[in-house]
């Protein structure tokens, strides 16, 4: 792959459109004093450029590569037998641009770039599906620190047990949505739990939802659609974790949305928390119906990553964890240390294909 598709050269010409036109945007007297709508200039500049330069390397070393061509069919045999030597390797290097080239720009078409808000919440099996998101929070917590990533905690509903009825933190770091986004969907666990006497296997689940964390000047919040309360931060057994009103609940009215944040002692930490948490909700409203609406314009269904979908199951009696999407097994301990790498590896190449086809 030494040449483009058309329909990839054709995006890529488009991005350099649109970043010379940006570019222009910039430094314009009327956008100087517009704060939000320049620093939006520029997140979506720095967004293309990387891509650009990419390209822009491509379509010069591609030009040496025809030069090198020419110089066959020329007068000197000298020139033409060093070409001869260079085209071959010339030619490797040019497809492995092509491909990082790709690669490159299918993974800014989406949220991959962003920073993540990660939501757990316990399913069906009780205790022990609220110590399973105990476990997938260690799991996360240690692909995370393998990775480079900050773990934050944003709020947690604690058990007697020392699991978790739900728990939200976000994730920041190098392209995080990007590796996390595959997490969505329903967890299923199948194993004996700690209170069991006889040693039966049970059946819990746990639903995950991945969120890209949107910044203010995306997501517009007119504030007299919010509704916020504030109450004392509780641990499990009703323990205070602290003695002030400093947990915040906030609700979005036109859209009915509840977040709540209580990690953080102070309350207007816990609101800027919050309201993170509410962008990235919103903004994964109108995405998804942006979906449904590409889906039902195509006649067929993309596969949205909805929750509800089962896409694993852990099995720790067998030490088996099932994809369900890549219908592959795992091994479930190196899994749960951390090791997410060859699910997501096959994953992205899902997606991958699944973009180029879209294009």
């Known amino acids: 792959m030494t040449e483009l598709h058309p329909k990839v050269q054709q995006r890529l010409d488009r991005m350099v459109a649109r970043a010379q036109e940006l570019t222009a945007q910039s430094s314009a007297p009327e956008f100087l004093e517009q704060h939000d709508k320049l620093s939006a ?9 990387p891509v650009v330069q990419r390209y822009h390397d491509f379509q010069k070393n591609t030009q040496n590569l025809c030069d090198n061509r020419e110089l066959l069919d020329g007068g000197d045999k000298e020139l033409a037998d060093l070409a001869r030597d260079e085209i071959p390797q010339m030619e490797t290097e040019l497809k492995q641009e092509a491909e990082a080239l790709l690669d490159l720009m299918l993974a800014d078409s989406g949220d991959d770039r962003r920073n993540c808000i990660v939501e757990i919440r316990a399913g069906t099996g009780g205790d022990e599906a609220a110590l399973f998101v105990r ?6 917590q240690r692909y995370g620190a393998k990775m480079g990533w900050t ?6 509903v604690p058990t007697e047990t020392g699991g978790f009825k739900e728990a939200t933190f976000t994730v920041r770091g190098r392209s995080v949505f990007h590796y996390l986004q595959f997490e969505s969907g329903g967890h299923r666990v199948q194993r004996v739990p ?14 995950v939802a991945v969120l890209p964390e949107v910044e203010d000047v995306e997501i517009k919040i007119d504030e007299k659609d919010l509704k916020m309360d504030t109450f004392r931060a509780s641990g499990a057994g009703g323990q205070h ?4 009103d400093s947990a915040v609940r906030i609700t979005h009215i036109p859209t009915g949305t ?7 002692r102070s309350q207007l930490k816990n609101r800027n928390k919050a309201m993170s948490l509410l962008r990235s909700r919103i903004y994964e409203s109108q995405q998804r119906a942006l979906e449904a609406a590409r889906a039902a314009e195509r006649k067929e269904q993309v596969g949205s990553g909805d929750r509800s979908d089962r896409v694993r199951t852990y099995n720790f009696p067998q030490d088996r964890l099932t994809d369900h999407r890549l219908n592959k097994n795992f091994a479930l301990t190196q899994v749960m240390e951390g090791k997410l790498d060859p699910i997501i590896d096959g994953l992205q190449q899902n997606l991958r294909e699944r973009r180029i086809a879209e294009l």
């Not at 974790?241 to 002030?244: C, D, G, H, R």
């Not at 509840?258 to 953080?264: D, F, H, I, L, Y």
């Open 41 to 49: 200039i520029h997140r979506e500049l720095g967004s293309l450029t």
């Open 135 to 140: 476990d997938l929070i260690a799991l996360y």
């Open 151 to 156: 773990v934050e905690p944003m709020s947690s």
């Open 194 to 207: 700690e209170t069991e006497a006889k040693g039966r296997v049970h059946t819990s689940a746990a639903t």
């Open 241 to 244: 974790v602290n003695k002030t």
């Open 258 to 264: 509840v977040v709540a944040c209580q990690e953080e």
